[in-house]
Every structure is written in C-alpha cells, then in structure tokens.
C-alpha cells in the first residue's frame, strides 16, 4: 500500500499554503495539492517522510515536535493509498521558504481553495474536513 504523507502550512492570516504541480508531476499534473510524498520505503515511517519531503520541496527543516497528524485515510481510487495529513503548528511566511519542486506556490483561504476547478480533490476534501 502506497503511504502518502502530506502537510498543511499555514501564515498568520491562517491561509493554506499550496503547491501549483508542474506540467511533468506523475500525478495531477497542472492541479493546486499539498506539499509532500510517498515514503520511499517500508522502513521509513510517514512522520520521516513528511520531514525529507518538506526540506526537499521547501528547504525548511522541521522536526517531529514542528507538526502534529490531522488525520489519516485510506483511498482506493485507481490504487490503495493511505494518507496522512500533518499540521505545521507554527505559521510561517514567504521568508521562511524556498520553492523546489512544482510550478510554483500560493497561500489561499479554504474557500479559495474549495471553489477553484483546479485544486485536487485530494486537497478540496482533507481542507473542507480539517481545516
């Protein structure tokens, strides 16, 4: 089973911090989504992963302590898939990161994010639960 691991930042306004995904990404490809990834291995926990994600999309170190788990899911669309969606408990600004990875980047409000035709369902759904 893929594991998904997958994080909310938000500023002090209290907006989301979503990724713009690329033209090449493997999945939604052009489509507002959360920053994060799939644990490389059986080994590495969904807490490990969200940790090597954030600095290699974002380059900001954070720790266990930095997040707390929202929830957690399983999903058999075209494949099972569990995610886990943390919180950075902490807001953050446009200093504190450096976009890597994907077409860019915004901070928008749940409601922005629930209305737009390109935001994931993936995202329309944990925001419009957990947020």
């Known amino acids: 089973m893929l ?6 930042f938000r500023n002090s306004e209290g ?3 979503l990724q713009y995904r690329d033209s090449g990404a493997p999945t939604c490809p052009l489509m507002w989504s959360f920053f994060g990834g799939v644990a490389d291995s059986e080994e590495e926990t969904v807490e490990a992963a969200i ?6 999309e974002l380059d900001i170190d954070i720790a266990k302590e930095d997040f707390r788990l929202l929830g957690d899911e399983v999903h058999s669309e075209e494949s099972e898939r569990h995610m886990f969606l ?6 953050i600004t446009w200093k ?3 976009i890597y990875e994907g077409a860019g980047a915004a901070f928008l409000s749940k409601e922005e ?6 935001t994931t369902e993936t995202a329309k759904y944990f925001v419009g639960k957990y947020s």
């Open 3 to 8: 594991r998904l691991s997958c994080i909310i």
């Open 15 to 17: 907006k989301i911090l």
């Open 51 to 56: 940790i090597r994600e954030v600095k290699e």
């Open 86 to 91: 943390f919180e950075y408990i902490k807001p």
């Open 96 to 98: 504190d990161v450096e």
């Open 113 to 118: 994010i629930l209305q737009m035709r390109d």
